[in-house]
C-alpha cells in the first residue's frame, strides 16, 4: 500500500505501526528549527508532487523525501505517529473527519487548490433533463458523500430534511427530490455511469477513466462560493509544526508556477490555485468543521 522514491524498510515499517496508532498521542517533540530534511507523505505521488520536491531541493537546499500512499486513511495516521513530517493530500473536510474519529489535532499550514465535484451522465447533457425515479450514485465514505450530497442539492435535484455540514443519505428529503440516490465505493463510481443515469465522480478517477470535467461533466460545485472552502486542499502538519519557518516555506512553492501548470494540465484545466487564505484561516474553518460534525453526531 505504501511506495516511496528511495526505498527504505526500516521506514515502511515504522509507517506501518503509526497507521495503528490512530487515536493515540501524536508521536514526537516539535522538530527543530534549523533542519532541513523533511518526510512528506503525499497520496497518489505524481508529476507535481516530485517538481515541488525537486525545486525545494535544487533551489532551497531542502531534502525532500515522498512516500506515497495509495489509500487515503494512511497519511495522516502515519503524521500523527511522527513518521512524516508534514503530508500534502488532504482538504479541509477531510482532515476534520479524521481529527474528529481519531482524537488527533492534526493542523493546515498553507492551501494549495480547490477542485469541482463533478456530476456526469451518459444520458443526459443538463440537470434540468433529470427525471423523477432517476438515480445518481455518490461515493459512500462520509466527506466525499456529504460533499457529493450537497452539489446535487445545489444542482437542484435532491433536498434535504434538515442543513447540516456533511449529510448523509439519511438526511435525504426523498418526496421533495427528483432523483434518487445509490452510494457506491468511491473507485466504483465511474462504472456505475453504465447502470445509471448519473454519477458524482471524484476528479482522480474521473482523470483515471479519461473523463474531462469540463467536456464531459454537466454539474459541478462552484470553488468560489463560500460553501466551498472546506474543500480547500493543504498542507498538514503536527500541532507542534505549525509555526515551522521551512515547512512554510516548501509549502508555499506549491503556487510556483512550474506546480501550477503541472496541476492545471493533469485537472484538464479545473484545479483552481488558492493562495490568497492564511493558515489561520484554514485553521478556523477546519475547528468550525470539526465543531459541525460533533452538532451533526448529537
Not at 266 to 272: E, I
Request: proline share 5%; glycine share 6%.
Amino acid at each position: 500500500m505504501i511506495t516511496r522514491t528511495t526505498t527504505s524498510t526500516a521506514l515502511i515499517a515504522a509507517l506501518a505501526l503509526g497507521i495503528t496508532a490512530c487515536g493515540q498521542e501524536e508521536g514526537g517533540d516539535a522538530i527543530p528549527e534549523d533542519q532541513t530534511s523533511f518526510t512528506i507523505g503525499v497520496a497518489n505521488e505524481h508529476e507535481a508532487h516530485r517538481e515541488l520536491a525537486r525545486i525545494a531541493e535544487e533551489e532551497y537546499g531542502y531534502d525532500i523525501e515522498l512516500v506515497n500512499f495509495t489509500a487515503y486513511p494512511e497519511p495522516n495516521p502515519a503524521l500523527a505517529a511522527g513518521d512524516l513530517d508534514a503530508n500534502w493530500f488532504q482538504h479541509i473536510a477531510f482532515l476534520a473527519e479524521h481529527n474528529e474519529a481519531s482524537g488527533d489535532n492534526l493542523l493546515p499550514i498553507a492551501p494549495t487548490e480547490i477542485v469541482p465535484l463533478t456530476l456526469y451522465s451518459n444520458h443526459y447533457s443538463d440537470v434540468s433533463e433529470f427525471e423523477e425515479g432517476d438515480t445518481i450514485a455518490i461515493p459512500n465514505d462520509p466527506v466525499n458523500q456529504g460533499r457529493a450530497i450537497n452539489v446535487l442539492v445545489a444542482a437542484g435535484l435532491v433536498e434535504l430534511a434538515e442543513e447540516i455540514a456533511q449529510p448523509e443519505t439519511r438526511h435525504v428529503d426523498e418526496a421533495s427530490s427528483t432523483v434518487e440516490l445509490q452510494s457506491v465505493d468511491a473507485a466504483q463510481t465511474v462504472n456505475a455511469l453504465q447502470s445509471v443515469e448519473g454519477s458524482v465522480i471524484n476528479n482522480n478517477f474521473a482523470q483515471d477513466a479519461d473523463l474531462d470535467p469540463l467536456a464531459d461533466g454537466i454539474y459541478a460545485d462552484d470553488p468560489s462560493d463560500p460553501s466551498a472552502f472546506p474543500y480547500i486542499n493543504a498542507f498538514v502538519v503536527r500541532e507542534a509544526d505549525v509555526e515551522h519557518e521551512a515547512l512554510q516555506e516548501i509549502a508555499s512553492l506549491y503556487h510556483d508556477q512550474r506546480v501550477l501548470d503541472i496541476m492545471d494540465e493533469r485537472s484538464n484545466g479545473t484545479s483552481v490555485p488558492v493562495g490568497d487564505v492564511t493558515s489561520e484561516e484554514l485553521q478556523e474553518a477546519l475547528t468550525d468543521y470539526e465543531e459541525a460534525l460533533q452538532e451533526s453526531d448529537e
